[in-house]
């Protein structure tokens, strides 16, 4: 099961930065994230069975709105 926190520390490294400098309304993208590494992030959380559809993703590019997409995955699994 993904958490806020733990997505936020996988985007940490995938950006190299420090996850504390990850803002809940920070845009992905312009602290480095691109499309290839957010592709790898989704398959990574892919692998927990929640199949999420990375143009939700692509549509919303902060940590809260990703959290949001995967709570309501997550919540759809219970």
């Not at 691109?34 to 990574?44: G, I, N, P, Y």
């Not at 990375?54 to 940590?63: D, G, Q």
Request: charged share 30%.
């Amino acid at each position: 099961m993904l958490t806020r926190e733990s997505m936020r520390a996988d985007i940490a490294a995938m950006i190299h930065e420090d996850p504390d400098e990850i803002g809940g309304e920070d845009n992905l993208m312009d602290l480095g994230l691109d499309s290839m590494r957010a592709m790898k992030l989704l398959t990574r959380w892919n692998e927990t069975g929640l199949g999420l559809d990375f143009s939700e993703f692509a549509e919303r590019l902060t940590l809260d709105a990703w959290w949001s997409i995967v709570n309501r995955y997550q919540s759809a699994q219970r």
